[in-house]
């Protein structure tokens, strides 16, 4: 197999060759994987290349979106900064507005709980690997400091009391151990379970639920078993004051600020109060949503996981929790209930309850809470409760939490954009937006964020399984949503069942001209919706294009039949073009079936912003579904729209609603065919036997490529003897490229899957492998991915551009053109005729047809690019944005304003012609136009392929920015095609990632980070540099406020907390030492970024001199337990010996 593979690769290692004859990229020629070559050229280049590999670093910048899985909810009351704790160990800390700021934990261990250093700047973690971390949140990007491994005991609660320095940690076996913050070391005060239960106690009390300090003594400490008992243990005294033991497992505990009261929340859905006085029972049961029964005995209801008893000055205190709710209640939602006084609320929410904490205004416990608000943390989201307001209403989320409203299925990435698009797209979608939410201002306000001098117009849009649109603000790295849309409107709302699938309207992917602000959606049911802007309503008739891209089932080509047509004046009968291509609303043949989707024909009202205009949708033919549109391109200078599939390529004129050209992809080959080959029908190619074993068998095909010379039938970058090489009958060339990898749909398949998101990756990539292939795609190259189900020899159209270029050789000026990329590595070029007057436009047709250049490529084509002959990237031509619903002005004749960057406005210096960069799976090459000679070739991977390429703007030069399925990230130098940068950043773990990665301009790019979260990075050194510059900052110095006077009676009543000292008891000098077994300190690597963050300063040497310190108290430490180790043999032994001389002391010799 192994040596089978190798001669298939073998069969793609030519290359073409320039106009001067020799060879490119060919095994001859040595050149090696990731090597540029070049070719002799007719003439010089001359273009100075600026960019240099010093330019480029890679480094994550920010995380947009709702942390992924999230397990833990922390609040600094005095800094107001929020902390969310996920499953993969993921930190999120946000603050006001733009303080947005995502920490990784490098064990990925689930982060358990969190607990702020109120007003410190700083945060403790606790993870699943019961393993402590101290944060340094007083840089822009947080550092661990310390880090304690607990090795025997497994953490299950964390308390640390308002300026305490001293942490209480709860374990499983039930022991309570306290840690110091500022050195991360155990103390050796130890608070044993069997120590604070009874002796005459059978049972073991479970796991620490709860630990708080008494609001009254902060010597007291307040211990929650899971078993339902709890204990008041007295930290001086080293003993219980009392202990409360009842029925119901415990699950959480809340103080009354007077430290007289607490109250108990319960398995069994029940709240208890206990008083101080008498903790023999409890003061008060109620069970707030069990009712009585007709026998008399409560509803069994679901245990309440969370209560906070809070009090107020004006009011009743609140009492708040979440479950609860009795059984009997099937389908009922997860509800938030609100005590107040005897008015109970009962708040539904859509996700599971996580965490909930309640915001107060002030940080001491001891004192009237206050409370104003309660933020709710659900699996899926974030909603904070405004408390004073009788209806509670809920506060505008400023966060994009809502990415994931619908599972994203298509990401678009768009810097620098015209500065006016983003105020019209806020000030259409502001007038959207829900009402009812709290007048007050958003309470999580921490944090200082400055725009920075680095900032330029971004959007991201990002495409949902629903089939709504979002279109979001990613300026100065923050994200806001502008505006949204829904492609469902379109259609005819389903009935049941017609669609055969949830997401009928899922989003594939998305075409957008930002100048002339036409948006182009493809739909997973093969439809693509145009769309134009508009600031005024209108009522508008949505047209209805019907166009079939499917081969016919008997039709076959051979060799002789492909000679005599070398041109594309009669297409065959094979052609699509020829067998439906319906007018608007046109009818059905027979054997044809329209979509499941319908137009709407009636005139529709349509508010202002994007507005439909134009609906493409693909045929069904003999029960069959469309194969699924692979590719794209919209120009709005030319009005026309291009997409291909599987199947062959469509052209539509969107301004005359017609469609200009529906061909295979075979028929647009002709004579230039570099393949040939048979066409066969997707449901002959299923019955077919196995693709390794059909092309095995092939051994006549296989011997032919082989004994090609590159020279024989290659010239000029394109194949110029297609039928040199006959193949025999029924068997298929091998083609150069993979193509099994094509997703075809049977007929006992649905038209279209369940678009879970690009998360899930039900919806395959536009080119994917079958479901088989696809676990192991990303393994190895895809030249070799032959084993796939669907074997035949269509090629995809996986990429198409409009542009100003020459489509042959003999072209003098440059024309419209379309450049056509296949998933065999075949570039086409199909010149256009364009009318260029306005009348003339919009009443004669434009003309095209292929028979243009042929170029060829290893491995799919991904994109294209091109520059002038000084190495300037040339822009498509575009049309400036109009309104087509403004009011008439009688005054003004409404004319088209086109802009068009022609490679002609550059031969005055440079010469006629221009560079056309082209990248595939495996390697990238420029080409000068219109001789079609190759200058430059790299192979950019021979072990994986590249999922994503485009041709990026930095440092005021172009790039080509690479992602590839290994996980490396590489930018090219254009035109010559030098590795700048080739980094290892991100292993491709799941679809998710290759579907949503996309590169913009200014050194950016994103992609789904998980279902959830959207994560931006940076190639760019400049960049990187002000990264600091524009992340916000987390801490500010805020003055601590000041306790309340509590008065010379309840000060002197009220015990001795102000005379407890923490240090006098918990230091080393009073409990000792622990066991170094127990627990292991980490030094943190913070310690190095901290110090190069301070370097200069005394902070910094404090940091060094702090981290020497431990090092050295470490390695004294171990030195101490060798010593001690030592010592106690030595014991042992001189007692051994001590015995054998005593019991041998009297006895004679001989009695020995």
Known sequence: ???????????????????????????????????????????????????????????????????????????????????????????????????????????????????????????????????????????????????????????????????????????????????????????????????AIELSTKTHPGPVVHLSDSPKDEGKLLIGFESGTVVQWDLRAKKVDFRIYYDEAIHSVSWHHEGKQFMCSHSDGSLTLWNLRNTTKPFQVTFPHGKIQKDGRKESCKPILKVEYKTSRSSEPFIIFSGGLSYDKAGRRPTLTIMHGKAITVLEMDHPIVEFMVLCETPYNNEVQEPYAVVVLLEKDLIVVDLTQSNFPVFENPYPMDVHESPVTCTAYFADCPPDIIPILYSIGAKHKKTGYSQKEWPISGGTWTLGSHTYPEIIITGHADGSIKFWDASAITLQMLYKMKTSKVFEKPKGGDTGDDDPFAVQMVSWCPQSRIFCVVGIAAHIILYRFSKYDANTQIVSLEVRLQCETEDVISPSETENNPCFSEPGPHSPHHQHASSPRGGTPEGMKDSCLKVKERSVRVPPGYQAELVVQLLWVDGEPPQQITSVDINSAYGLLAFGNCNGLAVVDYLQKTILLCMSTLDLYGSSDPYQRLTRSPRRNRQSTSGLTELSDNQ?????????????????????????????????????????????????????????????????????????????????????????????????????????????????????????????????????????????????????????????????????????????????????????????????????????FSPSSSQDTCGEGHLAVVCSERQAKVFLMPSQSCLFVHNITESSFVLRADIVSVCNSVCLACFCANGHVMTLSLPSLRPLMDVNYLPLTDMRIARTFCFTNGGQALYLSSPTEIQRITYSQEMCDNLQEMLGELFTPIETPEAQNRGFLKGFFGGNSNNFDREELFGEAAAGKASRSLAQHIPGQAGMEGMKVAASGVVGDLARARIALDERGQRLGELEERTALMMTSAEVFSKHAHEMMLKYKDKKWYQL
């Open 1 to 195: 197999m192994k040596k089978f593979r190798k001669v298939l690769d073998g069969l793609t290692t030519s290359s073409p060759v320039s106009g001067g004859g020799g060879t490119v990229g060919s095994p001859s020629c040595g050149s090696a994987a990731g090597t540029p070559t070049t070719a002799p050229t007719p003439r010089e280049i001359d273009v100075q290349e600026t960019l240099v590999s010093e330019n480029f670093q890679l480094c994550k910048t920010v995380r947009h979106g709702f942390p992924y899985q999230p397990t833990a909810l922390a609040f600094d009351p005095v800094q107001k900064i929020l902390a969310i704790g996920s499953r993969s160990g993921g930190v999120r800390i946000l603050g006001r507005p733009g303080v947005d700021c995502y920490c990784q934990h490098e064990s990925g261990a689930a982060v358990l709980q969190l607990q702020f250093l109120i007003n410190e700047g700083a945060l403790v973690t606790a993870c699943a690997d019961d393993t402590l971390h101290l944060w340094n949140l007083r840089q822009r990007r947080p550092a661990v400091l310390h880090s304690l491994k607990f090795n025997r005991e497994r953490i299950t609660f964390c308390h640390l009391p308002f300026q305490s320095k001293w942490l209480y940690v709860g374990t499983e076996r039930g022991n309570t151990h306290i840690v110091n913050i500022e050195s991360f070391i155990l103390s050796g005060y130890v608070i044993m379970w069997n120590k």
């Open 700 to 900: 006549q095909s296989i011997d032919m490529e082989r004994s090609r010379s590159p020279t024989s039938d290659h010239v000029n970058g394109h194949c110029t003897s297609p039928t040199s090489q006959p193949c025999s009958a029924g068997k298929p060339r091998v083609p150069a490229a993979p193509e099994g990898r094509l997703a075809r749909r049977g007929p006992g398949r649905p038209p279209f899957r369940k678009a879970q998101s690009a998360a899930c990756m039900e919806i395959s990539l536009p080119v994917s492998h079958t479901e088989e292939s696809r676990e192991n795609s990303f393994s190895r190259s895809r030249s070799s991915s032959v084993s796939s189900i669907d074997r035949d020899t269509k090629e995809a159209i996986t990429t198409l551009q409009f542009g100003e270029s020459f489509a042959r050789k003999n072209d003098l000026i440059p024309t419209p053109c379309l450049w056509v990329g296949t998933s065999l590595g075949v570039v086409l070029l199909i010149p256009m005729s364009i009318p260029t007057d306005q009348e003339e436009r919009m009443e004669e047709s434009v003309t095209m047809g292929p028979g243009g250049a042929v170029l060829m490529l290893k491995g799919s084509v991904l994109r294209f690019g091109f520059l002038d002959c000084v190495g300037t990237l040339i822009q498509s031509p575009y049309e400036v944005w109009r309104d087509p619903n403004a009011p008439e002005d009688p005054d003004r004749l409404r004319r088209r304003k086109l802009v068009h």
